[in-house]
């Protein structure tokens, strides 16, 4: 019986394992079994020189190591690329994985923890993974723990208020297109990129055509080895994968960097 | 001297213990003194009969009392209004704060660290505090350490995914104003606003415009006593202060609404 079953997304923050929250470590602790995304397939950038996102891998496993025994550990394959999109390979690559966890469902687990980078509700696979499990076993209970995300980490580490006072804050992949991007950009409030690499360039261009080049923020593989935070580099063109770029406000009173 | 002293931003969640991150708990724990903001003096919202914000009333302490004694937790009183500007009445509170502040590291204290609700960098006063204790005394060390907002906590708490895929997500106050709250929804990813409490009639208004009142869910006293998750009740029109209101994408492939 999966009728009372857990699969819960916790949230596991932007990769130092002192930023996971009190309540993701005792969940990852009292689960029955604790997966983990690899990218077991990368959809390859064949279009750029930059480097491949290697780093990225077992990123989610390395960050919860010291909190799961590995006898507990599971890894559950995922396919990723960079274009955002819901493709047919991708979700292959949850169906397969939902599979998994219902194996270990239907073999008796009963408190299953997926581990994500960040936090499960901000651009993580684990409402997809979550759905296609459901499909195979409707009854499973789902829920998520919140956890914090790199843009608040780089905030953080990089003494940048994300918003202040009235300012909004808009945070987009830059597969959302440069328009979306240029359109923030031009508006009264803080943007941050994920995922810039591959449209670094252009995202530079705009920077520069606004005026903002300055003003930026941006971590290089935040929570890796490698790990770099910043002013953006004019001449840099290649990033990591997991790269985040942080515009803030123009600020004219009090408050802004710190 | 001041100059070995380090003002820490602590973010502490959205309201439950649990929420905290272990790098959170272990300043608390660690610190010579932690402040608490409370709220000394509203500035009066005498064009609504809605409820007074007295939930918000030492929330910050409530949520870090079982990590800290009592004898090492300091109140600072601040003033807060809705409106979000940087008035007199606002900047005079942050100074006598920040005077409060410069007394104990005047007398000795060298770890002195700020409980905020949710994020040190989201809506927080800590910015404004660490500024004006800095224009006292510049060699004082001033960090923050990343907290878990109310947004995502609204996000896990009602299974709605806060962006997927290619997705932007905008966060405002609902001070922002109108025109940048219609817009938002007009746009093709997630809009929070927070603060809604005074404007709330108009941004229901907007909602049902554009056709978006049955996605989206309000969290009204998150965190606090008499909470409530749930869908956007028409007829509504008193909020508490403390509310926050999730417009999902509309989305059409899988994913979405857990």
């Not at 990368?42 to 290697?54: E, N």
Request: proline share 7%; aromatic share 4%.
């Amino acid at each position: 019986m999966s009728a009372d079953a857990t699969l819960t997304g916790v949230g596991v923050g932007p990769g130092d394992p002192e930023l996971l929250t009190v309540k993701a470590v005792r969940l990852l602790r009292e689960a029955d079994l604790v997966f983990v995304p690899v990218m077991a397939d990368r959809i390859a950038p064949t279009a750029t020189a930059g480097p491949t996102p290697a780093g990225a891998d077992g990123r989610a496993e390395a960050t919860v190591r010291e909190y799961v025994a590995a006898d507990r550990l599971r890894r559950l394959p995922f396919a990723l690329d960079d274009r955002g999109g819901v493709t047919a390979r991708r979700a292959a690559a949850w169906d397969d994985a939902a599979r998994v966890v219902v194996e270990a469902i239907d073999a008796g687990a009963r408190s299953l923890a997926f581990a994500t980078i960040g936090d499960p509700n901000v651009y993580s696979t684990f409402g997809y993974l979550a759905q296609s499990v459901r499909a195979l076993r409707p009854a499973v209970r789902v829920a998520t723990v919140p956890g914090v995300t790199a843009m608040q980490e780089l905030a953080a580490r990089s003494g940048t208020p994300l918003c202040e006072g009235r300012e909004p804050l808009t945070l987009l992949p830059a597969t959302a297109g440069l328009a979306l991007f240029a359109d923030a950009l031009a508006g009264p409030g803080t943007v941050v990129a994920y995922k810039g690499w591959r449209r670094h360039p252009e995202l530079l261009a705009e920077l520069r055509r606004q005026g903002r080049l300055a003003d930026a923020v941006l971590g290089r593989s935040l929570g890796l080895p490698g790990e770099r935070i910043g002013p953006v580099d004019d001449t840099e063109h290649e990033l990591p994968y997991l790269s985040t770029l942080l515009v803030p406000a123009r600020r004219e009173h009090r408050g802004g960097k710190l």
